[in-house]
């Protein structure tokens, strides 16, 4: 019933951006600097090419400019047509994307809807192993079965009506699919290609995308180099000839780097020299907000956290100012919440307390513990990856609790997948944690908290938050999913299964000769075909 | 002296092969595993992503395959760079830390010799002194602050060289990095040469060959050199191996695409076959030089004979 009456309003979302070209608006009396080329450094090296099987923040960052999707986002992380020129709901779990005729790839083969259905079952496909298979197709009919090996990729609700026309079934309803859609891992896929060459059909010269640009180079560990695509149906408006991808791990040698001119573009900057760099160099430091949460983990089902308001009592009284103005310094929001500003299908549910006075938080943690008979001495084990940055955090957390509460946290610091692997098997107390989301909608997050989610490292269970969620969660009419999602993460809230810090951002050093960064991309996707460079 | 260089070979393998076999083990006794992250897989990727890397298997068998592909000169599929082998890998670092270190170790030899005479023949003069300066400030100041102060000097401030990175063995890259080794190296070598040399022109073979009226340049290039340089070249060789393989401080400031980054890497993602590869790489050339250097002794004093 609820499904019927909003139908009328999924028609008037329907989109028709026929045509419409969305690279860098130049602002005007814009004056471009003969040669368009950029180099950027990239973080870490990328663990594939292969859209199906990557993973990190780096490998997709090089993949949103060698592939595209069926959207796209633009530099202000607004979703806008790529390989489908428009797209329509035509009931609550069929989406029908109308592809654009003069999309090709890069060898020049027009792209048809059958190279999106060979990509998207190539992806979910447990024999493709990607670690994404799971988490993107779970929204797709049978998805689920298919990446747990239950169902023949085949089964996958990704249809080809015609050559250019692709429809998609979904589970459920999802509200956010055109959104879901922009990432390369539901691209589409050369087929000849990948048959030929097997697993180097990523390598420079074999590779056939359908991106801005092409792979012309790849050193491993030392650079990734890639060139405007001329067969790009939007090349016209694509500025950028040659994009440099630099691996470089080491954020101090990045700054340097970019101080000498190697580079026009740093990956992220290191904790502790925000304010300094901001002073030195005011036009260039950029920073922007990013939809991720830094948070800790409790153990709910260790003795020690049994009880909510031991729990509630620990998290009051971090003070999440001073975290976030001296000692990771580097222009990080505080959070009270799971849900972080900028996040669609859910608010932010800060804490009623988070506006008190500290003395007045101190005495109603010191008061909690009381009636759940923790005494000042107590210790509990505190486990992070050994990381100068998340040193920084337990340190300043220990020494709030200690000199608060009286509370002493006996920290143990170890490798990342020595953590990753204690935190899903739950053999800690308190875990550092945090998560970047994987797509722009409050489920993402929710995933952390929610029952049975493979993803929950907290091990709590709100049943009636569960139950409202997947009440919520299938609803067609965005006003009431997102008071019933809002309303389920305050409810899981409440418990404290984790402790909220710091919403993440990303100061980065970029050269004012650099168009096109934005600083309103939630999710950091920017793409090079949005980028120019200014006359200088 | 060709009996010995073959023995010493043949004895080489079973050295390589527990090597291989001690860090196997250790490697898969490390908690955490190549496919732990935030992100749990779901059973069945997980399932098809160890039968690709055959540790589905009992370790045993995994071991024996393992060796299977060794001996046939492959080093297997990186577990974290899924479009390269680890022989793709090495064949693309190894370049670049033998470039690096090689030209850094000859440069070192050549400077550190020379700088350490000079300072042992001048004991307590003001070369002597400004050796055991360098001597002291190379091995005080480590290398993660030395390596930033030349960037801010040459490459920011001045603009004579670049900050980092790896243009296809183009010079300019490579003198930072060649110049922080070297300095690093000559504190070593020098410190050595000089304090050996020093010890050598006490002997009573050169009170000999002075009482017979020798001039000083013969005394110190015919007899008194060839003694000297045995210590030396006893520490050229775990000298060569680290800077060679281990300069990952070097690596790192100015952002090289070498060995040493590539292991450290390598044992954070638990990529098991790229630290084994290099593992073997690193025992192999660690043998080889350790046999180079036996008979440099060889040549350097007759009494030695093999």
């Known amino acids: 019933m609820q499904l019927r009456i909003h139908l009328t309003a999924i028609a008037a979302l329907t989109l028709a951006l026929a045509g419409a070209s969305h690279a860098a608006d130049l602002p005007p009396g814009t004056q471009l600097h003969p040669t368009q080329t950029f180099v950027r450094s990239n973080g870490s090296e990328p663990e594939s090419m292969d859209p199906a099987v990557a993973e990190t923040v780096p490998a997709n960052q090089i993949l949103r400019d060698l592939f595209e999707g069926l959207t796209a986002t633009d530099t202000t992380g607004k979703t806008v047509p790529g390989v489908a020129e428009s797209w329509k709901q035509t009931n609550p779990t069929t989406w029908v994307f109308k592809l654009r005729t003069n999309a090709k790839f890069s060898n020049g083969d027009p792209i048809v809807a059958e190279d999106f259905v060979y990509g998207i079952r190539r992806f979910v496909d447990p024999k493709t192993a990607s670690p994404y298979a799971a988490t993107f197709g779970v929204f797709l009919l049978n998805g689920l079965e298919v990446a747990q090996g239950k169902k023949p990729p085949t089964e996958l609700g990704v249809k080809a009506l015609d050559k250019y026309t692709l429809e998609i079934k979904t589970q459920d309803p999802v509200l956010f699919l055109p959104e879901l859609v922009?990432?390369?891992?539901?691209?589409?896929?050369?087929?000849?290609?990948?048959?030929?060459?097997?697993?180097?059909?990523?390598?420079?010269?074999?590779?056939?995308?359908?991106?801005?640009?092409?792979?012309?180079?790849?050193?491993?560990?030392?650079?990734?180099?890639?060139?405007?695509?001329?067969?790009?149906?939007?090349?016209?408006?694509?500025?950028?000839?040659?994009?440099?991808?630099l691996p470089i791990e080491d954020q101090f040698a990045d700054i340097k780097l970019w101080e000498s001119g190697e580079t026009d573009y740093v990956y992220q900057m290191p904790p502790g020299v925000f304010d300094k760099y901001k002073a030195q160099y005011p036009k260039e430091l950029r920073n922007q907000a990013i939809i991720g949460v830094r948070y800790y983990d409790y153990q709910t089902k260790d003795p020690a956290f049994k009880d909510v308001r031991v729990r509630k009592a620990l998290s009051m009284v971090i003070d999440r100012e001073i975290l976030s103005k001296r000692v990771t310094a580097d222009g990080q929001p505080p959070a009270y919440s799971l849900i972080v500003n900028g996040v669609v299908g859910a608010d932010p549910t800060p804490y009623e307390w988070s506006t008190w006075p500290m003395d007045k938080k101190v005495a109603e943690a010191k008061k909690l513990l009381e009636q759940a008979g923790v005494k000042p001495g107590t210790k509990y084990s505190f486990s992070y990856n050994t990381s100068e940055y998340h040193k920084k955090m337990a340190v300043f957390v220990a020494s709030e609790w200690k000199t608060k509460l009286g509370i002493i946290m006996e920290t143990e610091t170890m490798e990342f997948k020595v953590l990753a692997k204690k935190r899903h098997d739950g053999s800690f107390q308190i875990a550092r944690n945090g998560w970047l989301a994987d797509y722009n909608d409050a489920t993402t997050f929710l995933a952390l908290v929610r029952c049975d989610s493979d993803q929950n490292t907290n091990f709590h269970c709100n049943r009636e938050a569960e139950a409202l969620i997947q009440k919520g969660n299938p609803l067609t009419d965005p006003a009431k999913r997102k008071t019933l999602l809002t309303q389920a993460s305050k409810m899981i809230l409440d418990d404290y299964p984790i402790i909220p810090l710091v919403q993440y951002s990303l100061p980065r050093l970029i050269k004012s000769y650099v168009g096109g960064y934005s600083e309103l991309n939630p999710q950091d996707h920017y793409r090079s075909k949005d980028f120019y460079i200014i006359k200088h | 002296m060709w009996t010995y260089t073959l023995r010493r070979v043949f004895a080489a393998i079973p050295t390589v092969l527990v090597v291989i076999t001690v860090c196997y083990l250790l490697l898969h006794a490390t908690p955490g595993g190549p496919f732990d992250s935030d992100r749990k897989v779901s059973a069945a990727v997980l399932a098809n992503l160890e039968a690709k890397y055959h540790l589905d298997l009992p370790l045993w068998q995994q071991y024996l395959l393992y060796l299977?592909?060794?001996?046939?000169?492959?080093?297997?599929?990186?577990?974290?760079?899924?479009?390269?082998?680890?022989?793709?890998?090495?064949?693309?670092?190894?370049?670049?830390?033998?470039?690096?270190?090689?030209?850094?170790?000859?440069?070192?030899?050549?400077?550190?010799?020379?700088?350490?005479?000079?300072?042992?023949?001048?004991?307590?003069?003001?070369?002597?002194?400004?050796?055991?300066?360098?001597?002291?400030?190379?091995?005080?100041?480590?290398?993660?602050?030395?390596?930033?102060?030349?960037?801010?000097?040459?490459?920011?401030?001045?603009?004579?060289?670049?900050?980092?990175?790896?243009?296809?063995?183009?010079?300019?890259f490579m003198i930072l990095p060649i110049a922080l080794l070297t300095i690093i190296n000559v504190s070593t070598i020098g410190r050595v040469m000089r304090g050996s040399l020093i010890e050598v022109m006490h002997s009573n073979f050169i009170r000999t060959a002075r009482a017979k009226g020798l001039p000083t340049r013969v005394v110190v290039l015919r007899h008194a050199l060839k003694p000297a340089l045995l210590p030396v070249v006893s520490v050229l060789g775990p000298l060569a191996i680290s800077s060679i393989t281990a300069a990952l401080v070097t690596e790192t400031v100015f952002s090289l695409p070498g060995l040493g980054k590539l292991i450290v890497n390598g044992a954070g993602n638990r990529d098991y076959t790229l630290v084994l590869g290099l593992v073997v790489l690193i025992t192999v050339l660690t043998v080889t030089l350790n046999l180079l250097v036996d008979l440099a002794y060889a040549w350097l004093d007759p009494k030695i004979r093999y």
């Open chain 2, 68 to 172: 299977k592909g060794l001996l046939q000169g492959d080093l297997g599929a990186s577990f974290r760079y899924a479009d390269w082998s680890v022989n793709d890998l090495v064949a693309a670092a190894l370049p670049v830390s033998l470039s690096i270190g090689g030209i850094a170790m000859v440069i070192s030899v050549l400077v550190g010799v020379s700088l350490g005479i000079f300072a042992a023949l001048r004991q307590n003069s003001v070369i002597d002194h400004f050796v055991m300066l360098l001597g002291n400030v190379g091995s005080a100041v480590p290398s993660f602050v030395l390596g930033p102060v030349m960037i801010i000097i040459f490459a920011i401030a001045l603009k004579w060289l670049p900050a980092g990175g790896w243009h296809d063995f183009e010079f300019r």
């Open chain 1, 182 to 245: 922009a990432n390369t891992q539901l691209g589409p896929v050369h087929k000849a290609t990948v048959e030929k060459w097997g697993k180097d059909w990523v390598k420079p010269g074999n590779m056939v995308g359908n991106g801005a640009f092409v792979l012309k180079d790849w050193q491993v560990n030392n650079r990734i180099v890639v060139e405007k695509n001329p067969q790009y149906w939007d090349a016209a408006n694509v500025r950028l000839t040659k994009v440099t991808y």
